[in-house]
Nanobody, 116 residues
Framework: QVQLVESGGGLVQPGGSLRLSCAASGITFSSYAMGWYRQAPGKQRDLVAHISSGGNLIYADSVKGRFTISRDNAKETVYLGMNSLKPEDTAVYYC??????????WGQGTQVTVSS
């Protein structure tokens, strides 16, 4: 049974920081590209950051320089470090595992709210 379990979301003030985690099980984690996506109310789900199985990185322009994606294959976990958070970063953040575009798994999401 495949599971992607996100954690680390919450309420933070503008300018604050959070670190999201996504723990995977049931997949050969090191073979999967991993990504973080987010979806705000009434909007589509968009890519935030991506890390390939080989460690190549992609970031949305809106988060470059503020967010950092990383992975620990031994712990089968992908992380999203988020600094200098803005109200427009408020969304449900989802973890995605992708195997060569052929197999995709999603987590259940974790809420991030940036508000004073």
């Amino acid at each position: 049974q495949v599971q992607l379990v996100e954690s680390g979301g919450g309420l933070v003030q503008p300018g604050g920081s959070l670190r999201l985690s996504c723990a995977a099980s049931g997949i050969t984690f090191s073979s999967y590209a991993m990504g973080w996506y987010r979806q705000a109310p009434g909007k589509q789900r968009d890519l935030v950051a991506h890390i390939s199985s080989g460690g190549n990185l992609i970031y949305a322009d809106s988060v470059k320089g503020r967010f950092t994606i990383s992975r620990d294959n031994a712990k089968e976990t992908v992380y999203l470090g988020m600094n200098s958070l803005k109200p427009e970063d408020t969304a449900v953040y989802y973890c995605k595992a992708d195997y060569r575009g052929q197999i995709t798994w999603w987590g259940q999401g974790t809420q991030v709210t940036v508000s004073s």
